[in-house]
């Protein structure tokens, strides 16, 4: 099946930093990724979702100039966290939707911690 | 709008107990609908899915099925393991394109004991 490869799965920075998150699809092509974010006990927020060769759409709330979004290629679409705080400590989860139903291959995860 | 309501957690069950897990969903039309299950500091895993009224999706010994009358999707498995222990997450897809991304539950954390 599908795969979706998300890298680092963690990462610990320091207050002011950036942070380049990955997120890979492996055997198939994705034009369309989606960035969730997801807080402790919580469920999934769509953050933002990510189109090749063009920008990003974000869901109200998100910063967009915090929250870099590149989908550069097919296959690769990064989220940067610019100037990371603690309050940017969270999970990030990144997805691309696959065959005719909207079903989704996630990737792995990332635990962001800024201290 | 699309929405997903699932029952609050934790579940708590012994082994080979009979589990269910409800969630409803508001939508227009005929979404396509899923269960992922998220296991501790892992990303999400697809665990069955259904993409019209009556399908019964199953993986794993889990099953839900379709129903469009009632707007539910509920999961259920005969006998869990302490292996089944994760959070769990209905989701559904709205079935007029399919790159929208999904709209989740709040998910269910499962705790099974030995």
Redesign the interface.
């Known amino acids: 099946g599908a795969v979706v490869s998300q890298h680092p799965s963690w990462v610990i920075c320091k207050s002011g930093t950036s942070v380049k998150i990955e997120c890979r699809s492996l055997d198939f092509q994705a034009t369309t990724m989606f960035w969730y974010r997801q807080f402790p006990k919580q469920s999934l927020m769509l953050m933002a979702t990510s189109n090749e060769g063009s920008k990003a759409t974000y869901e109200q709330g998100v910063e967009k100039d915090k929250f870099l979004i590149n989908h550069a290629s097919l296959t690769l679409s990064t989220l940067t966290v610019t100037s990371a705080h603690p309050e940017d400590s969270s999970f990030y989860i990144c997805s691309a939707p696959w065959g005719l139903k909207s079903e989704a291959f996630f990737g792995q995860g990332t635990r962001l911690t800024v201290v | 709008g699309n929405s997903v309501t699932q029952m609050e957690g934790p579940v708590t069950l012994s082994e080979e107990a009979f589990l269910t897990i409800n969630c409803t969903y508001t939508a227009t039309g005929y979404p ?1 609908l ?1 269960w ?1 299950v998220q296991y501790p ?6 665990l069955l ?1 259904a ?1 019209k009224a009556d399908d019964k999706g199953s993986n794993k010994g889990f099953e839900a099925t379709y129903r469009k009358e009632t707007t539910s999707f509920h999961l259920e498995k005969g006998s869990v393991q302490v292996s089944d222990s994760a959070v769990y ?1 209905c989701a559904l ?2 079935p007029d ?6 709209t ?4 269910t ?1 499962l705790q099974v004991q030995p």
């Open positions: 396509s899923f992922y500091g892992e990303g999400l895993q697809l899915k993409t997450f897809s709205p394109t399919g790159r929208r991304a999904l989740f539950g709040s998910g954390r």
